[in-house]
């Protein structure tokens, strides 16, 4: 009984910790989207959240390791929602369809573009911060995908050399004429139906060059 009742009390308490941290990364998300990495302080950051400076710093020692903890969830997010590629599934064309849509579409959402610009802005004087955006969000999605080609290779239904360099350029032609201009606020986030285009596009090209032919 007292050990039921020590793990219930640690697990509540697991459970408030993890409360105030979301808390807190929604509150400076907000600041963040309305004034940029530098023009937000901690102590408006600690406001918004609604919660003391002192504990703000007991979650997050300083503003860039709460800006790094934000990048890195909008990267977990992304990898475990687009990037969800069964091996098993054989239908190549099917699954490339399926996550260019995605892919593209999770980009050019909504509010996307200003933490990409800030992390772009930020890791020139901080690097650590463009190092671990990368490798947990644009890395991490070519390696996935990169594990499910070679899967595909080694069932007979596709002929690459290298699977890391496809699998780059087949993400790089699904956001073609998409993603880079919305990301210099050269035009308006992309319709359905270009999206739809530019994938399809970007599958079948992908498809007549390492498809294996019967």
Known sequence: MELDLKQGA???????DSAKRRQIMNGAREVFLAQGFDG??????????????GTLYVYFDSKERLFEAITREACAAQAEGVFSLDPAERDVEAVLTRLGRGYVKFLCRPGSMSPLR??????????????EFYKTGPARGVAILRRYLESQVAAGKLEIDDCEVAAAQFLASCHATTFRPLLFNA???PTDGRIDHV????????????????
């Open 10 to 16: 640690a697990a509540a308490a697991e459970s408030l």
């Open 187 to 189: 035009t308006d986030a």
């Open 118 to 131: 800030t992390v772009i802005a930020i890791s020139e004087r901080m690097p650590e911060i463009g190092r």
């Open 40 to 53: 937000a302080s901690m102590g408006e950051i600690a406001r918004k959240a609604g919660v003391s400076k």
């Open 199 to 214: 994938v399809g596009m970007a599958v079948r090209g992908f498809l007549a060059a390492y498809q294996c032919r019967a």
